[in-house]
């Protein structure tokens, strides 16, 4: 069975930080490349940043320079640090896991629970 278990939100101050984990099983976690979404109250689900089965990384606009993702193929684990966090960066966040067979994170084959992040003003 596949599982994405994402851990690691909670209720964090502007200006704090962060740092989620998604722990995979059930797949061959070197083989995908993992995704990292979020959908805030009353918007669109939208991505925050990829990282690929080889370690290549990317993320959206208005997380680079704040958010960083890595991961250890060992623990089949990745994790998403996040600074400087604003009130607009409270949604909840979801890990996701793409086969590296095609391109990015988009459109994944698995989707985590999610984690809810709140930053209190």
């Known amino acids: 069975e596949v599982q994405l278990v994402e851990s690691g939100g909670g209720l964090v101050q502007a200006g704090g930080s962060l740092r989620l984990s998604c722990a995979a099983s059930g797949f061959t976690f070197a083989d995908y490349n993992i995704g990292w979404f979020r959908q805030a109250p009353g918007k669109e689900r939208e991505g925050v940043s990829c990282?690929?089965?080889?370690?290549?990384?990317y993320y959206a606009h208005s997380m680079k320079g704040r958010f960083t993702v890595s991961r250890d193929n060992a623990k089949n684990t990745v994790y998403l640090r996040m600074n400087s966090l604003s009130h607009d960066d409270t949604a909840v966040y979801y890990c996701t896991a793409k086969s590296a067979d095609a391109y990015g994170c988009y459109r994944p084959d698995y989707w985590g629970q999610g984690t809810q992040v709140t930053v209190s003003s």
């Open positions: 990282i690929s089965n080889n370690g290549s990384t």
